[in-house]
């Protein structure tokens, strides 16, 4: 077997451990440090894992059936194994197309009984479908003893919930919920998925804590806002790649071929895409300050990336900015952002740690008093992806 070639890794033990015919299997959530809305255009990102899970268990099933089950939502699903799948737009979508994404590749599955629990907040922007599939996929390939790269691991569940789900996501979320280690960040080139594994824990970073606000305002990328700040990407992409055919994407194009397409491309196309060169730009700048172990560095490309989130990609809302604008005036605080797909979701903070408590009680009163909601706020460390890990400790806490 090759390296980074699984079967599956068994997650944490469950109450239903102490039937033998009952298989689990965990994956984490992600937050991305920076990197936004670059990797369906051949860009760089870099995310890190983090230690919420979402838990696939497998039994075998002695009906002639695929039956999904979760502790999360009340809807099930049976799937006669004679059946084609399709979609019926429910939570259930991202494990049947999972299945389905594996059978298109002429796996042969069993029938089975998978039931689906975990704690990765919905519509926040950690990536809660992401860790479903994965462990899903995990589940299903130990249930048919079959082995797949992590490549190969995020490139079905990219696919199903790209093609079976109808969103439109890049492969950041599947992949760093794979292959993630524990205390790094991952550099991903999405295009040609070549990844780097970045220690946190190198000079004053080591001294510094990753700090989630979840603003509480919820999102969906299945929906059309980011859809449409797709297009709007993709038809900016096609008239620099007209311009210039020898660039591929914008994850190989400069500020210098786009502005030189400017007058061909409609201005809403044309900031998107300059947020997206932009961003690739402080992903390779915030890579040198993670090696350097400066967190004052990386926390100042955070910041710019939200701006430019902001106010080029337009994918924030009154809730998130203010969630950035006031983490920058309290002590401690080195960068914040948006992070996941927009819209909604959360912010993500480097903080040094003798302030990260104080920081968070102060945070989330003052979200309180503007807004009258509780934002949930976590301080996280980086864990291990899906396929790497043996345990999880216990490295997310509510603050």
């Known amino acids: 077997m090759p390296p980074d070639s699984v079967i599956a890794t068994a997650g944490p033990s469950s109450r239903k451990a102490n039937l033998p015919s009952v298989r689990e299997y ?25 230690p919420f899970q979402s838990v696939a268990s497998i039994t075998p099933n002695h ?37 389905q994404q594996l059978r298109n590749r002429g796996i042969e599955i069993p029938p089975f009984c998978l039931g689906i629990r975990g704690d990765v907040p919905v519509g926040a922007g950690l990536s809660s479908s992401a860790s479903i599939e994965i462990a899903t996929a995990l589940a299903l390939l130990a249930h048919t003893a079959t082995t797949l790269s992590v490549e190969e691991i995020a490139i079905v569940c990219q696919r199903a919930e790209n093609d079976f789900v109808g969103s439109p996501c890049g492969i950041m979320d599947q992949f760093v919920v794979a292959a993630a280690e524990a205390g790094h960040a991952l550099l991903l080139h999405t295009d040609n998925l070549h990844y ?96 350097a172990g400066d967190p004052e560095r990386l926390g100042n490309l955070m910041t710019l990336s939200h701006v430019s989130q902001r106010d080029d990609f337009a994918c924030s809302c009154e809730e998130i900015d203010f969630l950035v604008d006031q983490a920058l005036q309290l002590p401690g605080c080195y960068g914040a952002r948006l992070t996941g797909g927009g819209f909604g979701g959360c912010t993500v903070n480097l903080v040094s740690s003798e302030r990260a408590e104080s920081f968070a009680v102060s945070l989330r009163r003052l979200y309180h008093e503007r807004f009258q909601l509780d934002a949930p706020i976590f301080l996280c460390e980086a864990v291990a992806g899906a396929v790497r890990q043996k345990e999880n400790p216990a490295s997310v806490r509510r603050a």
Request: proline share 5%.
């Open 63 to 99: 009906q002639p059936a695929y039956e999904f089950s979760s502790d999360l939502f009340p809807a099930q699903r049976v799937l006669p194994v004679t059946e084609t799948a399709s979609r019926i737009g429910d939570w259930s979508d991202y494990c049947v197309g999972v299945l």
């Open 196 to 291: 780097e594994l970045l220690s946190l824990r190198k000079g004053r970073l080591a001294d510094a804590r990753v700090v989630i606000a979840n603003s509480m305002v919820k999102h969906s990328i299945a929906g059309g806002d980011y859809g449409l700040r797709r297009r709007e990407v993709e038809t900016g992409q096609a008239a620099l790649k007209d311009r210039f055919p020898q660039v591929p994407d914008l994850g190989h194009a400069d500020m210098e071929k786009l502005m030189a397409c400017q007058r061909s491309i409609a201005p809403e196309s044309f900031l998107r895409c300059r947020h997206i060169i932009s961003e690739n730009n402080r992903v390779r700048e915030a890579k040198a300050a993670i090696l």
């Open 26 to 50: 965990s994956a984490p959530a992600r937050v991305n440090l920076i990197g936004e809305h670059t990797d369906y255009t051949g860009g760089l990102v870099l995310p890190m894992a983090i």
